[in-house]
């Protein structure tokens, strides 16, 4: 673990009691660093240390991971969810999990981080999951590095298509329509939301292309 806290620990070692056995460790100048309310990491040399050890065993780290990554996924907390999965080999399931996260990374700002998880996952994971390409489209479009941006959104526009996923190819078109809006390109933005547009059925899942081309009118 790379934080330490008393219902992970106690997850992990299938046991109870872990918050007294970290108190003591930490009074006891055993390798700890408090880092918040109950909750603590070892010092770096011996983090390593213990690393080492469990990487000798490597059936018994894989294991612990995926109950680390189960345990974070139940607790909400994302990014160690994802460590874990990728320490455990299971990328496709850190994918999964950036995936129902991503939107809310978005929202709150967390453009940077996003774009870390992301390209910590194999290349090829993106056209198994091109949901990913979209949100890396949309981080990058957001630190206005736009032609990186549209390359992703084509990206996954392409295995969408191949899929026949018209909602994923409307969402990649909307993707590319933003960079062209962004970059004060409207005519391009327009053929690309129409069609979009035109894939996009029942109606409920119009609004949020209708509003783009609701700005090219304005």
């Not at 909400?76 to 950036?98: C, K, N, S, W, Y």
């Not at 981080?113 to 949309?138: C, F, H, K, M, V």
């Not at 295995?159 to 078109?173: E, I, P, S």
Request: hydrophobic fraction near 45%; aromatic fraction near 8%; glycine fraction near 8%.
């Amino acid at each position: 673990l790379r934080r330490l806290d008393a219902p992970a620990c106690d997850t992990l070692l299938e046991t109870s009691g872990s918050q007294a056995m970290l108190r003591r460790l930490h009074e006891g100048g055993l390798f700890l660093e408090i880092i918040g309310a109950e909750s603590y990491r070892f010092q770096r040399l011996f983090q390593d240390f213990l690393r080492a050890r469990l990487a000798a065993d490597p059936q018994v780290e894989r294991t612990l991971h995926r109950r680390a990554a189960a345990y974070f996924e139940r607790a909400g907390i994302f990014e160690e969810t994802v460590h874990h999965f990728l320490q455990a080999d299971e990328p496709a399931l850190a994918g999964e999990v950036i995936l129902h996260a991503g939107g809310d990374m978005l929202r709150t700002g967390r453009v940077t981080s996003l774009r870390y998880w992301i390209n910590r996952l194999p290349a090829e994971l993106r056209t198994q999951q091109p949901g990913l390409d979209l949100l890396l489209g949309d981080a990058l479009r957001l630190q206005a590095e736009f032609d990186p941006a549209l390359a992703h959104y084509i990206a996954a526009g392409e295995v969408f298509v191949k899929r026949g996923d018209n909602w994923g190819h409307a969402q990649a078109l909307r993707g590319q329509a933003q960079v062209y809006l962004d970059t004060i390109r409207p005519l391009k933005a327009d053929a690309l939301l129409e069609e979009a547009l035109r894939l996009l059925e029942p109606q409920e899942h119009r609004q949020e292309v209708a509003g783009l081309l609701d700005q090219l009118a304005e």
